[in-house]
Protein backbone atom coordinates (compact mmCIF):
# COMPACT_ATOMS: atom_id res chain seq x y z
CA UNK A 1 0.00 0.00 0.00
CA UNK A 2 1.17 3.41 -0.69
CA UNK A 3 1.07 5.18 2.50
CA UNK A 4 3.18 8.55 0.91
CA UNK A 5 2.33 10.03 -2.61
CA UNK A 6 4.93 12.44 -3.86
CA UNK A 7 4.57 14.86 -7.08
CA UNK A 8 5.79 15.57 -9.80
CA UNK A 9 7.29 12.62 -11.01
CA UNK A 10 10.12 14.96 -12.93
CA UNK A 11 10.68 18.36 -12.43
CA UNK A 12 12.98 20.32 -14.69
CA UNK A 13 14.24 24.09 -13.78
CA UNK A 14 17.16 26.34 -14.73
CA UNK A 15 19.69 27.40 -12.96
CA UNK A 16 18.48 30.12 -10.06
CA UNK A 17 14.78 28.75 -10.19
CA UNK A 18 12.68 27.19 -6.66
CA UNK A 19 11.56 23.70 -7.46
CA UNK A 20 9.30 22.40 -5.29
CA UNK A 21 8.36 18.90 -4.67
CA UNK A 22 5.40 17.72 -2.79
CA UNK A 23 4.14 14.83 -0.64
CA UNK A 24 0.89 13.99 1.06
CA UNK A 25 0.74 11.39 3.41
CA UNK A 26 -2.28 9.16 4.81
CA UNK A 27 -1.47 7.85 8.76
CA UNK A 28 -1.65 10.61 11.17
CA UNK A 29 0.72 8.57 13.43
CA UNK A 30 3.66 9.79 11.60
CA UNK A 31 5.82 11.67 13.03
CA UNK A 32 8.75 12.07 11.37
CA UNK A 33 9.77 13.10 7.95
CA UNK A 34 12.68 13.31 5.80
CA UNK A 35 13.89 14.02 2.41
CA UNK A 36 16.14 11.86 0.89
CA UNK A 37 18.50 12.94 -1.95
CA UNK A 38 20.17 10.43 -4.76
CA UNK A 39 22.51 10.90 -7.35
CA UNK A 40 22.91 8.30 -10.20
CA UNK A 41 24.22 4.76 -9.27
CA UNK A 42 24.60 5.99 -5.47
CA UNK A 43 22.51 4.93 -2.37
CA UNK A 44 20.18 8.06 -1.06
CA UNK A 45 21.14 10.71 1.43
CA UNK A 46 19.63 12.44 4.19
CA UNK A 47 18.92 15.73 3.30
CA UNK A 48 16.97 17.56 5.88
CA UNK A 49 14.10 16.18 8.02
CA UNK A 50 10.65 17.83 10.20
CA UNK A 51 9.14 17.09 12.88
CA UNK A 52 5.26 18.13 12.68
CA UNK A 53 5.45 20.18 15.90
CA UNK A 54 6.96 23.09 13.39
CA UNK A 55 5.80 24.15 10.17
CA UNK A 56 8.79 25.05 8.62
CA UNK A 57 12.84 23.83 8.65
CA UNK A 58 15.61 25.64 6.80
CA UNK A 59 18.65 24.34 5.94
CA UNK A 60 21.12 26.45 3.75
CA UNK A 61 19.13 26.22 0.55
CA UNK A 62 16.18 23.57 1.42
CA UNK A 63 13.47 24.20 2.81
CA UNK A 64 10.31 22.21 4.35
CA UNK A 65 6.87 22.87 4.99
CA UNK A 66 4.90 21.25 7.04
CA UNK A 67 1.04 21.88 6.48
CA UNK A 68 -0.40 19.29 9.36
CA UNK A 69 -3.94 19.71 8.87
CA UNK A 70 -3.66 19.33 5.18
CA UNK A 71 -1.48 16.17 5.34
CA UNK A 72 0.85 17.51 3.46
CA UNK A 73 4.84 18.74 3.13
CA UNK A 74 6.91 19.84 0.87
CA UNK A 75 10.85 20.47 -0.24
CA UNK A 76 11.94 23.71 -1.88
CA UNK A 77 15.47 24.53 -3.10
CA UNK A 78 15.85 28.31 -3.34
CA UNK A 79 18.55 29.11 -6.07
CA UNK A 80 18.92 25.77 -7.57
CA UNK A 81 22.38 24.95 -9.13
CA UNK A 82 23.25 21.82 -11.62
CA UNK A 83 24.63 20.15 -8.78
CA UNK A 84 21.23 19.82 -7.59
CA UNK A 85 20.36 17.24 -10.08
CA UNK A 86 19.56 13.98 -7.86
CA UNK A 87 16.27 12.11 -7.56
CA UNK A 88 14.22 13.65 -4.01
CA UNK A 89 12.68 11.06 -1.92
CA UNK A 90 10.14 12.27 0.65
CA UNK A 91 9.75 9.47 3.43
CA UNK A 92 7.69 9.37 6.50
CA UNK A 93 7.72 7.64 9.84
CA UNK A 94 6.01 6.57 13.26
CA UNK A 95 8.74 6.51 16.42
CA UNK A 96 10.04 2.99 16.17
CA UNK A 97 8.84 1.65 13.24
CA UNK A 98 9.94 1.75 9.53
CA UNK A 99 10.85 4.04 6.82
CA UNK A 100 8.09 4.53 3.94
CA UNK A 101 9.63 6.32 0.88
CA UNK A 102 7.55 8.14 -1.88
CA UNK A 103 8.01 7.29 -5.52
CA UNK A 104 10.42 9.86 -5.99
CA UNK A 105 10.85 13.22 -8.02
CA UNK A 106 14.04 13.32 -10.93
CA UNK A 107 14.58 16.71 -10.43
CA UNK A 108 17.13 18.70 -13.46
CA UNK A 109 18.77 22.03 -13.12
CA UNK A 110 19.50 23.32 -16.31
CA UNK A 111 22.99 25.79 -16.59
CA UNK B 1 35.77 4.95 8.40
CA UNK B 2 32.17 3.85 9.34
CA UNK B 3 29.09 3.22 6.96
CA UNK B 4 27.74 0.56 4.81
CA UNK B 5 29.33 -1.90 2.41
CA UNK B 6 27.51 -4.12 0.11
CA UNK B 7 28.95 -6.46 -2.21
CA UNK B 8 29.17 -6.95 -5.08
CA UNK B 9 28.24 -3.99 -7.16
CA UNK B 10 27.15 -5.44 -9.88
CA UNK B 11 26.15 -9.46 -10.16
CA UNK B 12 25.16 -11.34 -13.13
CA UNK B 13 22.10 -14.61 -11.94
CA UNK B 14 21.20 -16.86 -15.05
CA UNK B 15 17.54 -17.63 -14.52
CA UNK B 16 16.82 -20.32 -11.93
CA UNK B 17 19.53 -19.84 -9.55
CA UNK B 18 19.73 -17.99 -6.04
CA UNK B 19 22.19 -15.36 -5.58
CA UNK B 20 23.20 -14.03 -1.98
CA UNK B 21 23.37 -10.08 -1.63
CA UNK B 22 25.79 -9.33 1.20
CA UNK B 23 25.40 -6.33 3.27
CA UNK B 24 27.64 -4.70 6.25
CA UNK B 25 27.77 -2.33 8.60
CA UNK B 26 29.77 -0.77 11.22
CA UNK B 27 27.64 1.86 12.58
CA UNK B 28 26.46 -0.09 15.46
CA UNK B 29 23.10 0.12 14.32
CA UNK B 30 19.91 -1.91 15.58
CA UNK B 31 17.75 -2.06 12.29
CA UNK B 32 18.68 -3.29 8.73
CA UNK B 33 16.23 -2.92 5.93
CA UNK B 34 16.44 -4.04 2.03
CA UNK B 35 14.74 -2.19 -0.97
CA UNK B 36 14.17 -2.77 -4.12
CA UNK B 37 14.59 0.24 -6.46
CA UNK B 38 12.89 0.30 -10.25
CA UNK B 39 12.68 3.79 -12.11
CA UNK B 40 9.40 5.23 -11.59
CA UNK B 41 8.84 3.22 -8.29
CA UNK B 42 10.54 4.84 -5.69
CA UNK B 43 12.02 2.66 -2.77
CA UNK B 44 10.09 -0.32 -1.80
CA UNK B 45 10.76 -2.36 1.55
CA UNK B 46 11.88 -6.01 1.19
CA UNK B 47 12.33 -7.17 4.41
CA UNK B 48 13.45 -5.51 7.72
CA UNK B 49 15.17 -6.20 10.82
CA UNK B 50 14.79 -3.93 14.28
CA UNK B 51 17.19 -6.49 16.47
CA UNK B 52 19.91 -9.64 16.10
CA UNK B 53 17.57 -13.07 15.02
CA UNK B 54 14.48 -11.12 14.34
CA UNK B 55 13.13 -10.08 11.14
CA UNK B 56 9.64 -8.65 9.10
CA UNK B 57 8.36 -9.02 5.38
CA UNK B 58 8.09 -5.65 3.86
CA UNK B 59 6.30 -4.85 1.18
CA UNK B 60 7.48 -6.86 -1.30
CA UNK B 61 9.38 -9.89 0.53
CA UNK B 62 8.07 -12.70 -2.25
CA UNK B 63 10.93 -15.03 -3.49
CA UNK B 64 13.34 -13.40 -1.31
CA UNK B 65 14.62 -14.49 2.00
CA UNK B 66 17.09 -12.92 4.54
CA UNK B 67 18.99 -14.20 8.07
CA UNK B 68 20.08 -11.51 10.48
CA UNK B 69 22.42 -13.72 12.80
CA UNK B 70 24.96 -10.85 13.35
CA UNK B 71 24.15 -7.31 13.86
CA UNK B 72 26.51 -5.72 11.69
CA UNK B 73 25.48 -8.29 8.64
CA UNK B 74 22.04 -8.70 6.71
CA UNK B 75 22.52 -10.63 3.51
CA UNK B 76 19.60 -10.75 1.26
CA UNK B 77 18.73 -14.15 -1.16
CA UNK B 78 17.40 -13.58 -4.54
CA UNK B 79 15.43 -16.96 -4.76
CA UNK B 80 14.80 -18.25 -8.17
CA UNK B 81 10.94 -17.75 -7.61
CA UNK B 82 11.41 -14.14 -7.80
CA UNK B 83 10.26 -13.51 -10.67
CA UNK B 84 11.68 -10.29 -12.15
CA UNK B 85 14.48 -9.44 -10.18
CA UNK B 86 16.63 -7.47 -12.32
CA UNK B 87 16.76 -4.31 -10.35
CA UNK B 88 19.46 -1.64 -8.13
CA UNK B 89 18.61 -3.31 -4.81
CA UNK B 90 19.97 -1.24 -1.75
CA UNK B 91 20.47 -1.71 1.93
CA UNK B 92 20.04 0.63 5.04
CA UNK B 93 20.37 0.58 8.82
CA UNK B 94 19.14 3.28 11.05
CA UNK B 95 19.08 4.54 14.47
CA UNK B 96 16.61 5.86 16.79
CA UNK B 97 17.38 9.19 18.22
CA UNK B 98 14.96 10.59 20.23
CA UNK B 99 12.19 8.99 17.81
CA UNK B 100 13.15 9.68 14.88
CA UNK B 101 15.75 7.54 12.44
CA UNK B 102 18.60 8.54 9.96
CA UNK B 103 18.27 5.55 7.34
CA UNK B 104 22.09 5.89 6.08
CA UNK B 105 22.06 3.75 2.75
CA UNK B 106 25.13 1.54 0.84
CA UNK B 107 26.24 2.30 -2.36
CA UNK B 108 23.64 -0.38 -4.00
CA UNK B 109 23.89 -4.06 -5.77
CA UNK B 110 22.78 -3.82 -9.48
CA UNK B 111 21.05 -7.39 -10.25
CA UNK B 112 20.72 -8.38 -13.55
CA UNK B 113 19.32 -11.65 -14.99
CA UNK B 114 20.83 -13.23 -17.97
Known amino acids: QQQVKQSPQSLIVQKGGIPIINCAYENTAFDYFPWYQQFPGKGPALLIA?????SEKKEGRFTISFNKSAKQFSLHIMDSQPGDSATYFCATETSGSRLTFGEGTQLTVNP | DGGITQSPKYLFRKEGQNVTLSCEQNLNHDAMYWYRQDPGQGLRLIYYSQIVNDFQKGDIAEGYSVSREKKESFPLTVTSAQKNPTAFYLC?????????????FGQGTRLTVV
Open chain 2, 92 to 104: ASSYNRGGRSEAF
Open chain 1, 50 to 54: IRPDV
